[in-house]
Each structure stands twice: as structure tokens, then as C-alpha cells.
């Protein structure tokens, strides 16, 4: 039986080309927030209203924490957030500056008092953020880092080196 070269380099380049889909599918440009909300004594506190609202976009992203007080909101663009928490019975929680950064969760817990529902805590979020749920780290690379990238060392025609900027 004889093999056709033709077909083996198909069905090569098609795997090649699928498994190289793989590799790219994990990097984002987005993040996400996860936390959970209790109340003064550690009581979950389930169907609370979360609302993130974005400081430069706008951006309006809603969740609503479970019956053990988790909640998530993924797919959330680069940036600083206000994190407003609202529940009856308890008073507003807002959680001003909130850093939502590229390719990661962060997380926000969130401590209700009670009270009367109008009135309202603020918090400011001055503290770096930390991430409990993955070790990945990402940064946003901008145009003045790029224009200030080491020339290139020994390529003809190329004016900025990508491999110097990495080391």
C-alpha cells in the first residue's frame, strides 16, 4: 500500500494548525472578580445584589451571591471598578478603585453590617490586590514601553527586538 505525500502533508499542516489554536486559546484580555459575602458574625448572606461599575468605561457588570455567599464576574475589561453590595436588611457596601487586572481573578470579600438600607459604607480600595485562585501573572504592555524597546541587536531590518524587551 503506498501512501500519497500530498495527503500526509494535509492532514499534517490541518493537526498542526488545530493544536496551534490550543496554545492561543488561554490568553485573554480580560479579568474577573470572585469573593464572597457574609455578615458581621461570618453568616453567609445569600441573593446579594452586586453591582461593579467601571471608573473609565462605565462598564456595568451584575451578579447576585449563592446560597453559601459566593459570587463571580468574569469576562470584565482591564481596570478600576466602584463595587457597590446591596442586601435587605443591611447596609450598602461600595468598594471605590477596585483593580480588576488583565488575565486574572482577583478576589473581594465583602462584610455586610446591619442596618437600614440607606445607609451606606464606603470603602476605599487603596490595597494592592491579590490573587488566591491561580498564580498567572499578566501586564499591559504600552506604546511608550514598546517605543523605548532596546534596538535590535543583530537583525537587518528590524527596529525594535521583541526578544530584548522579554530579557
Keep these: 500500500?503506498?501512501?500519497?505525500?500530498?495527503?500526509?502533508?494535509?492532514?499534517?499542516?490541518?493537526?498542526?494548525f488545530a493544536l496551534s489554536g490550543l496554545a492561543a486559546h488561554g490568553q485573554s484580555d480580560r479579568g474577573a472578580i470572585t469573593g464572597t459575602i457574609v455578615d458581621t458574625s461570618g453568616g453567609s448572606v445569600q441573593g446579594a445584589s452586586i453591582v461593579a461599575t467601571g471608573k473609565d468605561?462605565?462598564?456595568?457588570?451584575?451578579?447576585t451571591s449563592g446560597t453559601t455567599g459566593a459570587y463571580r464576574i468574569t469576562?470584565?475589561?482591564?481596570?478600576?471598578?466602584?463595587?457597590?453590595?446591596?442586601?435587605?436588611g443591611f447596609k450598602t457596601s461600595e468598594q471605590k478603585?477596585?483593580?480588576?487586572?488583565?488575565n486574572s481573578t482577583s478576589s473581594l470579600d465583602i462584610t455586610l453590617q446591619a442596618g437600614d438600607i440607606t445607609e451606606?459604607?464606603?470603602?476605599?480600595?487603596?490595597?494592592?490586590?491579590?490573587?488566591?485562585?491561580?498564580?498567572d501573572v499578566g501586564t499591559i504592555v504600552d506604546?511608550?514601553?514598546?517605543m523605548e524597546l532596546p534596538l535590535a541587536l543583530?537583525?537587518?531590518?528590524?527596529?525594535?527586538?521583541p526578544?530584548?524587551?522579554v530579557f
Design 97 to 102: 478603585g477596585f483593580l480588576v487586572q488583565i
Design 163 to 165: 526578544e530584548a524587551f
Design 120 to 135: 451606606t459604607l464606603t470603602v476605599l480600595a487603596d490595597t494592592p490586590t491579590l490573587q488566591t485562585d491561580t498564580s
Design 75 to 88: 469576562d470584565m475589561q482591564v481596570g478600576a471598578y466602584d463595587i457597590n453590595v446591596t442586601s435587605p
Design 57 to 63: 468605561t462605565g462598564a456595568v457588570y451584575r451578579t
Design 154 to 161: 543583530g537583525g537587518q531590518g528590524v527596529l525594535r527586538a
Design 143 to 146: 506604546r511608550r514601553q514598546i
Design 1 to 16: 500500500m503506498r501512501f500519497d505525500l500530498s495527503l500526509l502533508r494535509i492532514l499534517s499542516f490541518t493537526l498542526l
